[in-house]
């Protein structure tokens, strides 16, 4: 039997997964899990790169003590952030795409070079977060010092192998890939003063990176590591990870982020979906993930931090339903909501704004937040259709939260569209399947998303018979169609 490894690091929480095929299904065991987060370290919100190391190390050491001597390894993280390196040696941990230097970037960088001819050049939405602000403010002694540019897990790829790559699909998370000549665009690193040869080489997901240097860390029992660069950006390979047997198929991929959208052979840059900020990310096997990103559960996630974590999430999904859900409703992609000191004053303070009640306990405040992110999620698959000519038949939610039912029934309701959810670890699936076709024990995508869908029981959610009615008037609520 062979063995495959997962390392899936989300902006919360990381995890190291084992894999394997047992007639014809995937088996998946969760080895160690860890959390992740950043703090404020030398004037920034910076990730601490190096415990992250350290916990996929430990990760490999429990896959050792199972009795496994050799596996393959794949690395999938958030995308976007990097780490700066002169002579192979890390300058800083890196910032987080949450820090506030970004601020404006856009505003300051289309002064003398437009959105049209950014998005003309990429096809990449606009968010302050994007790598291409981030260089755009990056200190210049630090960028001067730098040779050598590498996103997180290709970084952590670096550190294992010693080899350094640029994956595709979180490379183009960057707005820096050039989609029709499928190189970083020289135009665009010359206008943010960033030399091309930053970068490391181009390589698709699927391409083995190299043996483990199990030399470079004496003090780990580890095992013997094959190290596969996957799709390494966590919804590239969560979109892997989809288990769609039908026609027309949409999906979002739904935890901290939800990333909402189609999968195409061809990117799509259009004056619609440029109005619409849609972006088209590479994806594995040269699809595109066509999609718009949503501030997802991230959310309910500080509100649970907020509330020195009083309630389980479950807890929270039952409490919200002591509420009727829309009473009061915010946009969920409104800036002030990315990493506001406080989150339940934030959303108080829209709801004021807004002449909405005020939502004050637990249950309010999520109710809210669900209310929202559902009349999100239905007006983006209404302008998602509208955008590709193709309506969509099934909306497949996978992810952490494919596993609240109730958000998953009011998107149903409002969207009036057939969901169907599951796997919640379909980042780590992905992985794992990438691993699997280039080791020839799958064949290509499609027969791996059959194997998922046969592996992994998911739930149906059908629009019910009392849905919604009110979709326009809510809209108002969160500043129009």
Avoid at 235 to 240: E, K, L, N
């Amino acid at each position: 039997m062979k063995h495959y490894v997962a390392v899936d690091i989300g902006a919360s929480s990381g995890r190291v997964l084992l894999g394997s095929i047992t007639a014809g299904k995937l088996a998946l065991e969760e080895i160690h899990r860890f959390k992740n987060g950043f703090s404020h370290k030398d004037g920034h919100d910076r990730w601490d790169i190096d415990e992250l190391m350290t916990q996929i190390l430990t990760g490999l050491t429990h896959v050792k003590s199972r009795g496994i001597e050799s596996c393959s390894v794949g690395i999938d993280t958030w995308g976007v952030d990097y780490v700066l390196l002169q002579q192979g040696q890390k300058l800083s941990d890196p910032i987080s795409y949450r820090d506030k230097r970004t601020e404006n970037a856009i505003v300051n960088l289309t002064e003398h070079c437009s959105k049209d001819y950014i998005y003309q050049k990429t096809g990449i939405q606009f968010l302050e977060l994007n790598t291409l602000y981030q260089l755009y403010v990056e200190d210049k002694d630090v960028l001067a010092q730098a040779d050598t540019l590498l996103l997180i897990p290709d970084y952590i790829g670096y550190c294992l192998t010693g080899k350094a790559v640029s994956e595709v699909t979180n490379s183009s998370t960057t707005q820096l890939l050039n989609y029709s000549d499928k190189l970083f665009d020289d135009d665009l690193l010359s206008e943010i003063g960033v030399k091309p040869e930053l970068f490391a080489e181009l390589v698709e997901a699927g391409t083995v990176l190299g043996p483990l240097q199990r030399e470079q860390f004496p003090t780990f029992d580890l095992p013997a590591c094959e190290i596969i660069t996957v799709a390494t950006h966590d919804t590239a390979s969560a979109i892997v990870g989809v288990p769609a047997t039908h026609a027309n198929w949409s999906y979002i991929s739904s935890g901290t982020w939800s990333l909402l959208g189609k999968e195409l052979a061809t990117p799509k840059v259009t004056a619609a979906s440029f109005a619409a900020n849609y972006t088209n990310e590479w994806g594995a096997y040269g699809t595109y993930r066509f999609l718009k990103n949503i501030m997802g559960l991230w959310i309910v996630q500080e509100i649970a931090r907020n509330e020195d974590y009083l309630h389980s999430y479950a807890e929270m999904a039952e409490l919200a339903n002591e509420t009727a859900y829309f009473t009061s409703v915010i946009d969920v992609n409104d800036e002030r909501f990315n990493n506001p000191p406080q989150m339940i004053a934030a959303i108080q303070d829209y709801c004021r704004e807004t002449n909405q009640p005020i939502p004050q306990t637990t249950g309010e405040l999520t109710n809210c937040v669900y209310s929202s992110l559902a009349l999100c999620y239905a007006k983006e698959i209404k302008a998602l259709d509208a955008i590709v000519g193709e309506k969509t038949a099934v909306l497949y939610i996978v992810g952490g939260g494919s596993n609240v039912a109730v958000l998953n029934q009011l998107t149903a309701d409002l969207a009036n569209i057939t969901i169907k959810t599951g796997p919640a670890e379909a980042t780590a699936i992905g992985n794992l399947a990438v691993q699997m076709i280039t080791a020839g024990e799958i064949d290509n995508l499609a027969e791996a998303r059959q194997v998922i869908a046969q592996s992994f029981a998911g739930e149906t959610y059908e629009p019910s018979n009392n849905a919604n009615n009110e979709f326009e008037h809510l809209l108002t609520k969160i500043g129009g169609h």
